[in-house]
């Protein structure tokens, strides 16, 4: 499966932004779906994931009850709606896929998310 990642920009605190990753392959309605991110300086970590069928969704701590991840099989598009950002959130944004937990059998460009202050 190719991933696509797509949806960063600048945005101020407070703000929304919704990423999309668009999947090529007839195989993604199969894999778990997720976000990473990484910071300047810092190493890549994990955001969000969703299983097959959208029904579990997993969440870093600190972007709980701020994030949702969600995804459109049929459409072979996964999401990521990130609410009331801050300026913490400043990274470039990948999303992946996997057959299982941890996800890390595919991966997109990423797209970079910037919130001011």
């Known amino acids: 499966v190719q991933l696509q990642a797509s949806g960063g920009g600048l945005v101020q605190a407070g703000g929304s932004l919704r990423l999309s990753c668009a999947a090529s392959?007839?195989?993604?309605?199969?894999?778990?779906m997720g976000w990473f991110r990484q910071a300047p300086g810092k190493e890549r970590e994990f955001v969000a994931a969703?299983?097959?069928?959208?029904?579990?969704?997993y969440y870093a701590d600190s972007v709980k009850g701020r994030f949702t991840i969600s995804r459109d099989n049929p459409k072979n598009t996964g999401y990521l709606q990130m609410n009331s950002l801050k300026p913490e959130d400043t990274a470039v944004y990948y999303c992946?896929?996997?057959?299982?937990?941890?996800?890390?059998?595919?991966w997109g460009q990423g797209t970079q998310v910037t919130v001011s202050s």
């Open positions: 392959g007839r195989s993604f309605s199969r894999y778990f």
């Open positions: 969703v299983n097959w069928n959208g029904e579990n969704t």
């Open positions: 992946a896929a996997g057959k299982s937990l941890p996800i890390d059998d595919a």
